[in-house]
C-alpha cells in the first residue's frame, strides 16, 4: 500500500467494510476476509487501518492489556450495534472498559446529519436525538460509549464535520461525492502498536 510505504510503515490489516456490528480480532496483516467494520489487536508493529468518509471512527487503547481497537461506525452501524460490540471485543479478551482510551475521529456534524424519516430509519434509537430530520449521531455514539463503561474522561472526539471542512477531508455528502463513491478516494485511520 503506497501510503503505508510513505509513512516507512508495515503492511497494514484490514477489512471489508460493510456499515455494520462485526468487530474481528487480528493477528496478521492483509485484507481480512471478515465482513466487519471493528478490528483488535495485541499483536505490535501490525498497522490496523479503516477507511471512512462521513463515518463515524474509533481508536481505542488499553494500556493494561496493551490492546488496540479501530472502528468505522456508520449510521447503520451505530444502529445495529457497532459500538457496544467493538467494547465487548475488548472485555472478551481481559479488558476492562473502564481502562480503555478512545478517540474519534471527524466526521458529519449534526448540521449534516440529514435523513429522510429519523424513527424510520433508526427505530431503536431515544428520539431525543433527533432534531426535526437531524440526527446526532456523535451523541448517539458517545452515549453508546458511556453505556459500555468506557468513563467519559477517557473519551476524546475530533470536532471537525467531514464535510463542513472538505477542504481537509473527503465527503461523500460533500463536494468529493463521486470520487468518495467510486471509491477512489477515502479518509483513513492507521494505528499499530509498538
Known sequence: MDAMS???LPEPASLHQVHGPITVVVTSAGIHQAQADGMITTTKNLPLIIRMADCQNFVAYDPVSNTLGVLHAGWRGVRDGAIPA???A??????????????????????????TNPPAELPNIDPKFFQEKNVK????????????????????????????????????RGIDHDTVASGAAKNMIVAWLT
Do not use: W
Request: hydrophobic share 40%.
Open 86 to 88: 467493538f467494547i465487548r
Open 6 to 8: 510513505t509513512l516507512g
Open 137 to 172: 449521531l456523535r451523541a448517539i455514539a458517545d452515549d453508546q460509549l458511556l453505556r459500555s463503561g468506557v468513563l467519559p474522561q477517557h473519551m476524546e472526539r475530533m470536532a471537525d464535520c467531514t464535510k463542513c471542512q472538505n477542504d481537509l477531508y473527503y465527503s461523500y
Open 90 to 115: 475488548f472485555l472478551e479478551r481481559g479488558s476492562d472498559a473502564k481502562n480503555l482510551l478512545v478517540c474519534a475521529g471527524p466526521s458529519l456534524c449534526t448540521a449534516h446529519a440529514e435523513f
